[in-house]
């Protein structure tokens, strides 16, 4: 198994007592970072809430019930929680009565656990987010050289665990992922009506990887509402499929104030999903420099979430067409980031940013210079 990075903060959670909530969408390796960390010790209760007679044993649990369950077991492991009928007070038991059992429930419906855990859990709790395979994590299970021969692989097959180890057969498994996962999670919920919609929006969110996305325009394309539409891609960010960057404004009366972009999590299921796997090589050169940046975000942001960052993240653009791909804010401190997929394509702080904005820093990311970025 490839280490994961949030092991020692998971370890660090439980000794103070905290139970752990792990979220993040299926197949991501919740359940095999789970097992990996716990399976050596003959004290641990592996539950799995995709198991009927599971669902059916926790259902309306007392203290003394759940004491009954767990028997010896002095670490629990709830997996996939989210299909547990009423797990937020089930959890809220066990923390309160049970400060023997060091708890961890996962799942990969996150509004669902969330607002359930959430409001039983507050403050005792520590969550923890698990995305697809970083490039941090595959540096460290091989070497930094293989891992930058490889992004033209990433940038057309991602990064989920199956697909990393699947070598030959990185297809096969995103179409498995996608048919068989992502659209049977998603539709599994009460607020996605057909499934065609959904596919749909997908396709076309994936087509514009990189640019600024319209709600009315994607409705007019699915002949949904605006709201709906922004409802739907709500529903996708929560069960961690694409996340939304907003735009950054300040100091300047033509910068865009309410746009935002849309990238995928992982590139894979973003390609599955428009179902093209063409080799980097011989693509548009426009194209692969949208699934650049799109890797090179998602990667970032990973990479910002495992360090328990606090620092806000944005693109900025004018109207006058003058943009900056990414702006982290920090402590007062801003930096601006470009993403250049050729080596050769030198990018300028744009005049109006740097005016506005004297302090900030700015720096353009390369395949010549990434691993800072990202490692």
Not at 46 to 60: N, Q, S, V, W, Y
Not at 134 to 150: C, H, M, P, W, Y
Request: charged content about 30%.
């Amino acid at each position: 198994m490839i280490q994961r990075i949030v092991e020692d903060r998971i370890l660090n959670a439980l000794s103070k007592n905290k139970a752990v909530t792990i979220m993040g969408a299926r197949q991501v390796g919740k359940s095999t970072l789970a097992k990996a960390l716990f399976s050596g010790s003959g004290d641990v209760l592996f539950l799995d809430g995709d198991e009927p007679d599971i669902r059916a044993i926790m259902k309306e649990a007392t203290s003394s019930k759940l004491r009954a369950i767990f028997g010896k077991a002095t670490t629990v492991v709830i997996d996939e929680a989210q299909k547990i009928e009423n797990i937020g007070n089930i959890l809220k038991l066990i923390t309160d009565n049970m400060s023997d059992i060091r708890l961890i429930a996962t799942g990969s419906s996150a509004f669902e656990l969330a607002k359930d855990v959430n409001e039983s859990l507050t403050g005792r709790k520590r969550e923890i987010k698990l995305f697809p395979l970083s490039f941090g994590e595959l540096v460290a299970d091989t070497n930094l050289i293989e891992q930058k021969r490889l992004i033209p692989h990433r940038l057309l097959y991602g990064c989920y665990p199956e697909v990393v180890t699947s070598q030959g057969d990185e297809k096969e498994v995103l179409k498995e992922l996608v048919n068989s996962y992502l659209y049977k999670d998603i539709l599994n919920l009460r607020d996605i009506a057909k499934q065609d919609k959904l596919e749909t929006l997908l396709r076309a969110i994936a087509f514009q990887i990189g640019s600024q996305i319209s709600y009315n325009e994607l409705a007019n394309l699915i002949h949904l509402d605006s709201k709906t539409v922004e409802k739907y891609i709500d529903i996708l960010e929560k069960c961690y499929i694409v996340f939304r960057l907003p735009s950054y404004a300040r100091n300047l009366r033509n910068e865009l104030k309410f746009d935002k972009k849309i990238y995928f999590w992982d590139m894979g299921i973003r390609n599955a999903v428009i179902g093209n796997f063409t080799p980097v090589e011989i693509r548009d050169t426009n194209e692969v420099g949208h699934m650049w940046e799109n890797w090179l975000m998602a990667e970032r942001m990973k990479k910002l979430e495992y360090e328990a960052s606090f620092a806000s993240k944005y693109f900025w653009r004018t109207t006058a067409k003058k943009e900056i791909d990414l702006i982290e804010e920090e402590n007062g401190k801003i930096q601006a980031f470009e993403f250049k997929w050729k080596e050769t394509d030198k990018s300028i702080c744009p005049k109006a940013f740097s005016e506005a904005y004297p302090e900030a820093s700015f720096k353009t990311i390369t395949p010549a210079n990434f691993h800072e970025f990202l490692l």
